[in-house]
């Protein structure tokens, strides 16, 4: 059986030009060319269950884990980020939250859709091919039902494509990402504001 390649390798491993930049940046930080000899550099520790969809299993990786634990799903003020490090965390990586900051390059109408969203409003678009977590609207729910009647994930994107072209202004018709969150924040801040009010 073949090795699966390392997605750090992938990340940081290439030849090309994202390959370098992506190297530079670590060696900016401080760290040696030891991080780059094939070693796995990041672990990603997908605690997530049907069961358990939120971050119990944080503390279990904390505490199995010699290397930092950095918390990502959920966090979109200072609450969660304390919260997360008190089940262990010693950072915190925010998707949803920066979608509405005045800097995230988004339409206006996506940060509305999170500004409205409620905690009930997301869903996982297609569970099988690539599952990602959306706001729910026409464009998940076609999605959803070609992923549970055996669409390829070729047919999945072509589908998408096809379908955000013809939308223009209509974002029923189009797949928002958006974590759980998205029912907690209320308002569009800048990333200053945001960052400030979090350390405040
Ligand atoms: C616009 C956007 C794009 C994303 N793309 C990916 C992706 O390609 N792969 C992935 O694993 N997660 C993706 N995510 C999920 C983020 O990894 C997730 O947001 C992150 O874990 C933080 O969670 P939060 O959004 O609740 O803060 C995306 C999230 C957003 C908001």
New binding site residues.
């Given amino acids: 059986m073949s090795t699966p390649s390392l997605r750090s390798h992938n990340w940081f491993g290439k030849k090309d030009l994202d390959g370098f930049s992506h190297r530079s940046w670590i060696k900016a930080e401080g760290f040696s060319d030891l991080m780059f000899d094939g070693r796995p550099v990041i672990g990603i520790a997908n605690s997530w269950s049907e069961l358990t969809n939120c971050n119990a299993h944080l503390r279990q990786v904390a505490e199995a884990v010699k290397i930092p634990v950095v918390a990502?799903?959920?966090?979109a003020d200072g609450r969660g980020w304390v919260a997360a490090f008190a089940l262990g965390a010693e950072g915190v990586?925010?998707?949803?939250?920066f979608?509405a900051t005045e800097e995230c390059p988004i339409p206006a109408a996506y940060k509305q859709a999170i500004l409205e969203a409620a905690d009930n409003t997301t869903m996982i678009a297609a569970r099988r091919g690539y599952p990602?977590r959306v706001l729910k609207n026409k464009a998940a729910l076609a999605v959803r039902r070609m992923d549970e009647s055996g669409a390829s994930q070729d047919e999945i994107n072509a589908y998408v494509d096809a379908m955000a072209k013809g939308a223009g202004d209509d974002w029923e018709n189009k797949l928002m990402?958006?974590?759980q969150?998205a029912g907690g924040i209320r308002k569009v801040l800048t990333v200053g504001e945001l960052i400030r009010s979090m350390v405040a």
């Fill in positions: 990502a799903g959920g966090i990586q925010m998707g949803t939250r979608l990602i990402s958006a974590g969150i």
